[in-house]
């Protein structure tokens, strides 16, 4: 529970108990309870409306990502289909 260990959440429990007394230390109790609540709620409002945006960003990426990787294929395809057309014209020139 947040990195506390059984000592120190009992150390806590009992500063509590000293300064807000057995009457108040349940209705405080209950305060931080719908606290946590209300905080994981919110976060998983927040996740549900931020994770189809980046699943969406992920997908641009990927099709982003395809394009490039068939540009460059085609790319090196037409500078082999030049140097071997180079080749052949300087083969069929030579002197030797």
């Known amino acids: 529970m947040f990195g506390l260990g059984a000592m120190e959440i009992l150390i806590i429990l009992v500063i509590a108990f000293l300064l807000f007394g057995p009457k108040e230390l349940p209705e405080i109790g209950k305060q931080v309870g719908k ?26 990426f990927k099709a982003v990502e395809q394009d490039l990787e068939a540009s460059v294929k085609e790319a090196e395809e037409q500078i082999k289909g030049a140097t071997d057309s180079a080749t052949e014209t300087q083969g069929g020139n030579s002197l030797v």
Do not use: Y
């Open 35 to 60: 606290a946590v609540k209300g905080f994981k709620e919110t976060t998983e409002d927040l996740r549900q409306s931020v994770e189809p945006e980046i699943n969406m960003i992920q997908q641009e």
